[in-house]
């Protein structure tokens, strides 16, 4: 089945400077990648996700780039802000079928 | 409100007792998908539904895990003889099919 890996698992960055974190995933049928922020005591909010058929998708300061033929994935945030801090957990799902999660990737926006 | 919504929110239970959770997906979606998360870890898949049929349960979940979805909208998971390591926040999320997927705010566990 699926596998999805998450990397780094806490990242710190500086207000204003750009994060970045990448998942890879096992499954060459997968065609659908979600990003979800989770702030603590809260659910899971989808914030931004890509399919297949695209390479790159950005939404104002994130953005989503896919490798199909690394089989990995990144999730890129520019010009951070304090509300930034949660974590982020990427997942992937094959032909439509259940959606696995990576471990997550705690950041910290320090000011 | 129209987003997932689960009860009840929180759940403290005795090893041993039987506990079931409730999820109303959002009306048009017909996925629906149970997901387990503990402290500092992701969501772990467990079942998912479309309608009214489960299409997979995982194979780490234990045969004490149940889930139905028998008219295709609200769906329960029922945990039997509970035990301390089922304590977790249970999750519940819904789509349409091969769309983004809402989550629930989650049952909140607690075996002592």
């Known amino acids: 089945g699926e596998n999805v890996e998450q990397h780094p698992s806490t990242l710190s960055v500086q207000e204003g400077d750009s994060a970045v974190i990448k998942c890879t995933y096992s499954d060459s049928a997968s065609n659908y990648f979600p990003w979800y922020k989770q702030e603590l005591g809260k659910r899971p909010q989808l914030i931004i996700d890509?399919?297949?058929?695209?390479g790159e998708k950005k939404d104002q300061r994130i953005a989503v780039t896919l490798n199909k033929t690394a089989k990995h994935f990144s999730l890129h945030i520019t010009e951070t802000q304090p509300e930034d801090s949660a974590v982020y957990f990427c997942a992937a799902s094959p032909r439509g079928d259940k959606i696995i999660f990576g471990k997550g990737t705690r950041l910290h926006i320090l000011p | 409100d129209t987003g997932v919504s689960q009860d009840p929110r929180h759940k403290i239970t005795k090893r041993g007792q039987n506990v079931t959770f409730r999820c109303d997906p959002i009306?048009?979606?017909?996925?629906l998908y149970w997901y387990r998360q503990t402290l500092g870890q992701g969501p772990e898949f467990l079942t998912y539904?479309?309608?009214?049929?489960?299409?997979?349960k995982s194979r780490l979940l234990s045969d004490r895990f149940s889930a139905e979805r028998p008219k295709g909208s609200f769906s329960t998971l029922e945990i039997q003889r509970t035990e301390q390591g089922d304590s977790a926040m249970y999750l519940c999320a819904s789509s349409p099919f091969m769309g983004k997927a809402f989550f629930g705010q989650g049952t909140r566990l607690t075996v002592v």
């Open positions: 890509i399919r297949s058929n695209v």
């Open positions: 539904f479309q309608n009214e049929a489960q299409l997979e």
């Open positions: 009306s048009e979606h017909n996925r």
